[in-house]
């Protein structure tokens, strides 16, 4: 009967004979880089290939001092390495040194050639991009239906803003049929009147992404009248749809984040737009009120019944004044009068009959101030202090001149 072997030991067999094997040990092969991966660990995994074949390589993080070049698709290398069985998988795959870059591959030819062709048209030009609406409320998305791009584009736009409408056009993504499927993809959405358009897929090969190299892809972007972001593949993966779309997105997650603006964030600027305007208001409203009052206040003081009391006191003041000086007036008079009478007193008639005096009047009651006013015989009246006599005039004698003088004096 038969041996019977495990899967394990047949791998190790298999694995013990590349070991042995001189010429895979010790290899050089050349071919075009495919499917190109640098993962986080710094390893990087790749594919050669050529006309008719592939072969899977790695490159461990501890061999990249052999790599003096960034390792991207399309690229012809010579790779050093050995080929050796990974027992666990049973598949064997190229464990490469050193890697030197000797040309382009045929599809980075043709990507080169039709990015020169298309950029002298001026379908890439800056002034021929369209802004992203900032506030989308609808998103069109061109990608497969069941890939991981259309479900991290889901997830991210219900996670930002669940009120958004997102519009998948199911289009085939990579084969021979996928630049048609794309481009009718896109004109049909662009018809619906959206707001932005996202075109893309995940990642893959340069041949799986190859489609969004298609002239016809970038014509239809180009041509497209709603605002269009290219997500193809990863962050390194760079494609002809990236440069004629209006925008460029790493990956469908991250057009996810730039078509779908983020509703909680929105609401809290809006709140703080709001705080702000109301602290702005209500400062505003102190401020009025402030200079409201300061009106008021003026308006007060010029009331005319504050004018009309401050006329009154100057009136009542006047009057008080005007009392003051007249009695001041009326005393002075008084005083003057009181002068005057004693002086009027001293001359008075009357004051001189008390003292012994008398005053002559003749029949008309004139005065008699001189003897020739009278004549023998006539009838005078003489005023005393304390009466009145009638007398008749019974000799008038004049003085003399001399005596007249001496009696003046």
């Known amino acids: 009967m038969a041996s019977i072997y495990s899967v394990s030991q047949v791998n190790s067999y298999i694995k013990n004979m590349f070991v042995q094997d001189f010429l895979l040990n010790r290899l050089q092969v050349r071919g075009e880089v495919s499917n190109c991966k640098y993962h986080t660990s710094g390893h990087i995994y790749f594919t050669l290939k050529d006309k008719?074949?592939?072969?899977?390589?790695?490159?461990?993080?501890?061999?990249?001092?052999?790599?003096?070049?960034?390792?991207q698709e399309g690229q012809q290398v010579i790779v050093t390495g050995s080929v050796d069985v990974y027992e666990r998988d049973g598949r064997y795959q190229l464990y490469a040194r050193e890697i030197k870059r000797e040309g382009m591959g045929d599809l980075y030819e043709r990507f080169l050639k039709l990015k020169e062709e298309l950029e002298d048209m001026g379908m890439f030009a800056a002034e021929y991009k369209q802004p992203i609406p900032k506030y989308a409320r609808a998103v069109g998305v061109v990608?497969?239906?069941?890939?991981?791009?259309?479900?991290?584009?889901?997830?991210?736009?219900?996670?930002?803003?669940?009120?958004?409408q997102l519009v998948l056009y199911p289009a085939l993504v990579q084969g021979e049929q996928a630049k048609y499927s794309i481009?009718?993809?896109?004109?049909?959405?662009?018809?619906?009147?959206?707001?932005?358009?996202?075109?893309?897929?995940?990642?893959?090969?340069?041949?799986?992404?190859?489609?969004?190299?298609?002239?016809?892809?970038?014509?239809?972007?180009?041509?497209?009248?709603t605002p269009v972001i290219s997500a193809v593949g990863h962050e390194t993966d760079v494609t002809i749809a990236d440069y004629a779309a209006d925008m460029r997105a790493p990956t469908p997650s991250a057009a996810a984040e730039l078509a779908v603006f983020d509703y909680q964030q929105f609401e809290d600027q809006m709140q703080l737009y709001r705080d702000v305007l109301v602290r702005g208001m209500s400062r505003c409203l102190e401020r009025k009120k402030h200079h409201l009052e300061q009106r008021r206040l003026r308006l007060e003081m010029n009331h005319p019944r504050h004018q009309l009391n401050e006329r009154r006191q100057r009136l009542a003041d006047m009057q008080e004044q005007m009392e003051r000086?007249?009695?001041?007036?009326?005393?002075?008079r008084k005083h003057r009068l009181a002068l005057l009478s004693g002086r009027l007193q001293g001359l008075s008639p009357l004051a001189r009959l008390g003292r012994g005096f008398g005053f002559v009047t003749g029949d008309d009651g004139k005065r008699i101030e001189s003897v020739g006013q009278v004549c023998v015989g006539q009838a005078v009246s003489i005023r005393l202090a304390d009466g009145t006599l009638k007398a008749k005039i019974t000799e008038a004698a004049g003085l003399e001149p001399g005596d007249r003088a001496g009696q003046e004096a």
């Open 52 to 71: 008719s074949g592939t072969l899977s390589a790695v490159m461990f993080a501890g061999q990249r001092k052999g790599l003096g070049f960034h390792l």
């Open 143 to 164: 990608t497969a239906s069941t890939g991981a791009a259309v479900r991290d584009i889901m997830n991210i736009s219900a996670r930002r803003n669940p009120y958004v």
């Open 183 to 225: 481009v009718r993809g896109i004109r049909t959405l662009d018809r619906l009147g959206l707001d932005v358009i996202i075109v893309g897929r995940g990642g893959g090969s340069i041949e799986d992404l190859w489609a969004f190299n298609e002239e016809m892809v970038a014509r239809a972007i180009f041509e497209c009248s």
């Open 325 to 332: 000086l007249m009695e001041q007036k009326l005393t002075d």
